[in-house]
């Protein structure tokens, strides 16, 4: 059965292994006439790419955006939108280890058991990299959201246990670990550094915040705001949980503390709910935070199995992200746009008029 | 656009509204010749009923469900499968204060921007009931799981802040609020009691475990058995967050403390990362954990404001559960029995033989 | 794997067996606030329905209409809008002979081949009596058309061997064959009452016609207008073919024959082509015309074979239509409406304005 | 509204403008462990490519597939497949006349009326070129349909006004105009001769023939295997009608005549239902035929409009093909296996066992 299509009307489906030929993705229900620019959805895939600092794997990729279809005279042209990225280092490498060895917290094993086999190579369709395709989708649904007002910002609140607070929204892009908060920002990357230094890696929590979304986005009953957004946040596979507004912290406060007050206006005093209600968006801030696990990449030596499940050690070489945080916020912005922006088009048929 | 189908192979589509005519749910994708047990539907759909004890609300229905097709001699005939709740204290009430003013926390304003209009008799679609759509149609899908060995127990693992330990899988079935831990059960039944007291009420943590699930469900890149599981779970209206394995712990620990290890025989030494690896079911324990927010219908007076956007005052009469734990436990089993029952039955094109 | 649902915003599901309890259909997507027409939706059924003249079979059934959810203050809500219709003769009937023995021109073997087992019962979920949800999904598509300046108007151009002509889009609700050319009505009655003097049955060709569509509609490459129309058409068990404007003819003709010459204002000269060009509507009237089989149900004695696969002879007794052109006259409109709504709601999100 | 995806489980998506950067398809649901068969799929692709008769457009396109995702060590991955050609004649062509000017029969006009604007290059994603999309798909399906021992065919019965008989199955291979009567292919060939010499073209009708379909594909009610055949054949551009078995015929026929008699082993003596009863396969040979309209580019000049919808002429240079009913026939058979793959598939999860 076919996963690799997210969305119902901007709806994605991606292709590429880590060392294929390519990466790529196909986005069917752009609207006509969306002025397209190339330069920024770059951009984005210049902040996920490997390589920005010594936060991130040194693996060397260009990710340069190439458009297949769906653009004419810099216009979207409404019929299904091709971008690829071809991968440049391809062939180079030597995978006789993890051919045959199963890698702990990684989908080695579960592929094989799945398909009765696996293209090993770098984690194949597993492999992190995949959501380069994703970014590119995301950066065009931004290009989307852009003209409704919607602006959407991720960043770091914890590293390991470095925590931080939520200061300002410009300040993810101004630091290696792309934290909220400036002064946590140097001890998280001593978190990553310590970590990395053993041959370790940590994780971290990054929140997620979306701007100007207007009220009336999301879809009973199953396709609520925040179970599409769940859905999308968990379908990376570094990401463990995910909680909107006070999450967890709900379950521990009483219904009148827990609830939010209306204002006149429709505005909310508070925003415990996270801006959704009933699945459907308020109109004020959407928020939500979500937990990215550790990489499972470590070059300690592992006891692990082989593929005839006899036990044996691992030593992983090569250059890994010692904290995926910083290259995973724009990943989760792109998700969170893709969300947000089927919404949009989706409750264009909401009303008879 | 339409949100209420949900699966790809097990899908159902629900409709209804709390005190419309009836609730039910169609239920397409259910294979041929499944011994069908409606004595077990029904005793799913009471674990959920209202009234069942003093944690949950008076309100009296029977929730009697009746099978409007495909079931022929006793077995499912492979076509769509309807089922249906007839509501019975459907114009017995006084709406006129919920009809113009908005409740706090609930999806009465969102409906409204939505939809420009609502059916607000009891919450109309947004209501809890809906989920027992749901439960009838989780019911099917754990006949069918059943018949594979999978078995789902859900239940509470904190009250409010009172907490328990998973001591004992049959344990929820036992106590009136659904706790994994005898020892506490009671506690948290003073916790309910006391939120109560004050027209007042609780949220907490419910614990899910699935186990007998082979190795290889799952479907990525979007379809992961962890983003499914977060999205059928977040699309119940009163879960704030989840997390698998565990968790938000994750993002603080290192990758080398992190990692479950793979023993002899494919089995993994600890099972931190819930079951699921790069989204696909490791033939370990499927576990998660949902943050349930308290119920926002309080019956202490709450600054609000009405339809024309006008602070007011609003007193919820009537009664309704004071912690919803209990009521939601069967509805996170049944969900998540219908995302494993989908997973099941697309993972039998998963490989040419 | 389901098949039960049809459409993409504007998205029906139905469900329900011949002798079963009920049938019905669940639309999800009907916009909010559409003016709710019952007596409509039920003139459509009225127009379906069995024993409306000697044409049809006598079978009495009233079939009422009952909505279940999706409608408050006769508008709808945009939630899930679920209608049913009670069977009446349900248990009435000594199927002995057809639970054993295969028909015919019908579903039985292959269902059996399917499933393992059928529901045996007036054909059971294969039975025409399905088409009665698709005509009550049509209706509320009507509804929605209507504000759009769309209508829709089907009868019959042949019956077995007597053809008419295109005469009067009015005369089919005003003959019992529901032909458009009211010289020959009579004589096609006649055709119908020859056959069914023989306990034989005839067929017949219907065309359809669809004013006042917009240009713009149909979504490429795959869902084109006419593929859409297409599937829906030959989901009717007893349609056989479908062709659009001159269809078959065109493959005889030469291209400059065949090419309608576009004039001012974006009209076609001639409309050979149907309504459509590459799928989309071109604004013009949207024309196609199906072929529909005789009833496969004739009294006559046939050779057939058993459950066990051994030949044997079946007599059918019972009231069949002798032809059921003039009750599929309503479903094809009703499928076609179908078919246009979703297209109109899908263009919502063609262009960024 | 996204149109680029076809089938459930084993699902197409296509992208790419005739005269853009590259066309291609990613394939989602693929089995794992299929042997790719690269040289099969070009030998598929070399089928339709323009440039092999003078039948054909002499557009010079070597249609050279390449793989970029969901092959490893020749075999599936059951992952995304993603395949693309890059187009050779990019950049070429001198477009100015059909920019501003609507070619009859073409898209031009409803692509405007739809988007706002078009990809005029070549008809842009209107193109017949997306066909090779489907084609190197259907090829993938092929590879998966032999295990099981089906077979397609295509090929022509008639074109223009010259009809020909079925007579061999394998005929269509061996003349250029593909069709199934050896002792009519010249005559065909000088009718396309004829139109192509007066700067005209001629159409067809193509029959299609799958042997060896298991009895029991199809999914009541809407995915029955005839509607889905119909939906995948309209899907074509130049495609104006579809017939099962008999077709239009059966309209004409007594139920009597019209029935086939099952006989011993499930077999039926005659084949007038095309294979489908109840839109499920018998398990005898599935036959259909389509209307293929002339090609709508003529060389002969045609009064038209312009952008601002003033009439004016057209003369359209440049080689088209004067009859693409050969180049039609690979195409219908694509359709075909994408469709019986597909249903394939789906028919492992109908029945519990």
């Known amino acids: 059965m076919s996963g690799n299509t997210f969305g119902k009307i901007f709806k994605i489906t991606t292709f590429g292994e880590s060392h294929g030929r390519a990466i790529g993705v196909i986005i069917d229900g752009v609207p006509a006439q969306l002025d ?12 996920r790419k490997p390589g920005q600092s010594k936060m991130t794997t040194a693996r060397s990729e260009a990710d340069k955006i190439e458009v297949m279809s769906g653009v004419f005279e810099n216009k979207t042209t409404g019929t299904s939108l091709a971008m690829m990225i071809f991968n440049q280092d391809q062939h180079s490498k030597d995978y006789s280890n993890i051919a045959s060895t199963y890698r702990s917290g990684h989908a080695d094993f579960t592929y094989d058991m799945k398909y ?11 492999s992190g990299r995949e959501t380069a395709a994703r970014v590119a989708a995301g950066a ?18 914890s590293i390991g246990n470095v925590c931080g607070e939520i200061i300002d929204l410009s300040a993810p892009e101004k630091n290696v670990v792309r934290a909220f ?24 929590v990054v929140a997620c915040f979306a701007d100007g979304v207007p009220s009336g986005l999301g879809e009973p009953v199953f396709d609520k705001l925040d179970a599409l957004l769940a859905h999308a946040m968990l379908s990376l596979g570094s990401v463990k949980g995910i909680e909107f507004g006070n999450g967890f912290e709900a379950s521990r406060l009483r219904g009148s503390e827990n609830n939010d007050r209306f204002i006149a206006d429709g505005k909310l005093e508070t925003n415990r709910c996270g801006g959704v209600l009933g699945g459907i968006s308020t109109g004020s801030r959407i928020e939500f935070k979500v937990a990215v696990k550790p990489t499972p990449s470590v070059s300690i030596e592992q006891q692990t199995i082989d593929k005839n499940l006899q036990e044996c050690t691992l030593k992983i070489n090569g250059r890994h992200d010692p904290c995926i945080v910083p290259r995973i916020v724009p990943v989760v912005e792109a998700m969170t746009a893709i969300v947000l922006c089927d919404l949009l088009l989706c409750a264009r048929s909401s009303r008879m008029k």
């Open 36 to 47: 397209f620019d190339l330069d920024f959805i770059q951009s984005e895939l210049d902040r």
């Open 116 to 126: 009765g086999f696996r293209d090993y190579r770098g984690g194949g369709r597993s």
């Open 140 to 157: 065009v649904a931004k290009l989307i959201l852009r003209q409704y007002g919607v602006n959407i910002t991720a960043g770091a609140v």
């Open 181 to 204: 908060d400036p002064n946590m920002a140097d001890e998280m990357e001593r978190e990553v550094a310590s970590a990395a230094s053993c041959g370790d890696s940590v994780g971290g």
